[in-house]
């Protein structure tokens, strides 16, 4: 059963916008758009759409992180999921979705909350495989201190 109030920590959809349009009636659009279809997916599916202003400074950091993901520096709207984070001082992890083109066509074919299904539930693999792989870092380094140590 999917919840409309997603919790804390959950996965969501994140929408890389720029409100500094500067005249781009059509980037204005898309946008606006893309946050409309996003909303009307994710609702079905129980996700969360957080919008991201990239041309806000306290945003500067993550949009370029957000770039480097997608390829695709200041091109708008990219969309990209957010993986769930158990751990609150864990950095969180993203994956890039897509830009509004292929957003617009996996709406159109109705086959655009499947693929965000499909992308959540990839991100949570990472997380595991990520989390199995700190386990094992912190269980060996305790290994080593006591060899060290003894």
């Known amino acids: 059963m999917s919840s ?3 919790t804390p920590g959950a996965p969501k959809i994140v929408l890389l916008v720029s409100r500094c349009f500067g005249g781009h009636l059509e980037q204005r659009s898309k946008q606006d758009l893309a946050k409309l279809i996003l909303d009307r997916a994710s609702s079905g599916i129980g996700l969360e759409v957080e919008e991201v202003d990239g041309s806000l400074p306290e945003n500067r950091d993550l949009r370029t992180k957000l770039f480097v993901l997608s390829g695709e520096r200041g091109k708008y709207p990219q969309v990209f999921v957010r993986a769930a984070s158990d751990n609150s001082n864990d950095n969180e992890q993203y994956a890039f979705f897509g830009l509004f083109d292929e957003i617009e066509t ?13 992308a959540v539930a990839g991100q949570r693999r990472c997380n595991n495989e990520r989390q199995k792989q700190s386990n094992f870092s912190e269980r060996t380094r305790g290994a080593s201190n006591s060899i060290t140590e003894g």
Do not use: I, K, M, V
């Open 4 to 6: 409309s109030c997603p």
């Open 106 to 118: 996996q709406n159109d074919c109705g086959t655009l909350e499947p693929a965000l299904l499909r």
